[in-house]
């Protein structure tokens, strides 16, 4: 009788901690902006079963550091994983947009520098490279002394697609710089007497040779801003213009994910270091193209109009919580108390089955923890 007393109590207390335990995780919530101060933040879910979160700045001197999380919002410090003075570094500055794949075993760092190799001493001189390490907190070493490919224009913010077909795709931003085009937004802002030329950049997307030391044919033009001023797209990718802000136009941080049978590429727009930056996305049933621009673009911008506190949203990846079910949009911001400086927020976002993507944010109130 006694064993069955102290059986039944033994099962009561644990079915009370089971309850606790679980109250308590859902009780659990993180606010945006996390203590994160990336700009382009990427995060890998490992083999390990851990997230690590790599971006550019937050202290790192020439080259990269990362951060590590068991659930997406406790971020340990794992310090600079990546130096640009390894021994086949070929990069000077500019160390930007860092992302980290894992692939049989290894970790392979994409990202984009300033190439010291500058017979023409140009302003910009940026170009992608790929460096490797047999763990995510590095110590990452180029894996040749040079770019990945020199296209003849600079180039940043590497993102990579292993097709299922096994073909390794590269897309990429060209620069602005030096790029003036004729736009109906360009001859506009001339007539106003704001710039007498608007330069662009475009993405751009390439197959890569299976070692990553090269690519194979020439790259694909993806997307660009807005040729004609009553595109639906042209009133949001064109405000770093039209708010006399500065005379370029941005199409860049892509990142590219297949969703069923349809391609989508995720992108920003605008300048980086303004409030107007902001996010779009295109659909493709190809890799390379054509993609077409969303009707419900941006999906991401900013929320002062709205009495929100945040600007300059942009430059995201993607990730799911530990169960796999929520898909989260990671991305770089800017807060009313965070100044200048980036910092890094992670929401919610869906593909509805008509497929529509949308993103829950910028947000700021808590919420639970994915």
């Known amino acids: 009788m006694h064993k069955i007393f102290f059986l039944i109590t033994f099962l009561i207390t644990l079915a009370n901690m089971s309850c606790q335990t679980s109250s308590s995780k859902e009780a659990k919530t993180y606010s945006n902006p996390l203590q994160v101060k990336f700009g382009d933040p990427y995060v890998l879910r490992a083999s390990d079963g851990k997230y690590y979160m790599y971006g550019t700045g937050a202290g790192a001197k020439n080259g990269f550091a990362a951060y590590s999380s068991e659930d997406l919002t406790d971020w340990k410090w794992e310090g600079q994983v990546y130096f640009g003075d390894n021994k086949n570094g070929w990069g000077e500055h500019s160390y930007w947009a860092p992302e980290v794949y894992e692939r049989n075993g290894k970790y392979y760092m994409f990202y ?17 490279g790929v460096a490797v390490a047999d763990k995510p907190t590095g110590p990452y070493t180029d894996m040749q002394d040079k770019p990945i490919f020199d296209p003849g224009y600079p180039i940043i913010d590497a993102n990579v697609l292993f097709a299922e077909d096994g073909k390794t795709y590269l897309y990429y931003s060209r620069c602005c710089y030096k790029h003036p085009v004729e736009s109906e937004v360009a001859a506009w802002a001339k007539q106003k007497g704001w710039f007498n030329e608007i330069e662009e950049s475009w993405v751009y997307g ?32 064109s405000r770093s213009v039209t708010s006399k802000e500065v005379n370029r136009r941005w199409t860049e941080g892509s990142y590219i994910f297949k969703k069923g049978d349809t391609y989508y590429m995720m992108y920003s727009a605008n300048y980086f270091g303004g409030q107007n930056y902001a996010v779009g996305y295109a659909t493709s049933k190809s890799p390379l193209g054509p993609f077409e621009k969303a009707a419900n673009n941006p999906v991401l911008q900013k929320n002062t109009a709205t009495g929100g506190i945040v600007t300059g949203t942009g430059h995201n990846s993607i990730t799911y919580s530990p169960d796999g079910k929520t898909m989260l949009c990671v991305y770089h911001g800017r807060t009313s108390k965070t100044g200048d400086e980036r910092v890094v927020f992670i929401d919610k976002m869906n593909i509805a089955e008509n497929g529509v993507l949308t993103v829950e944010g910028p947000t700021t109130d808590p919420q639970q923890v994915p």
């Open 112 to 128: 984009s520098a300033h190439w010291k190799v500058n017979p023409n001493n140009e302003e910009e001189n940026f170009k992608i």
């Open 206 to 237: 390439v197959e890569m040779k299976p070692d990553f030391s090269g690519v194979i044919a020439e790259p694909v033009l993806l997307l660009r801003p807005p040729v004609k001023m009553d595109d639906k797209q042209a009133e949001w990718e």
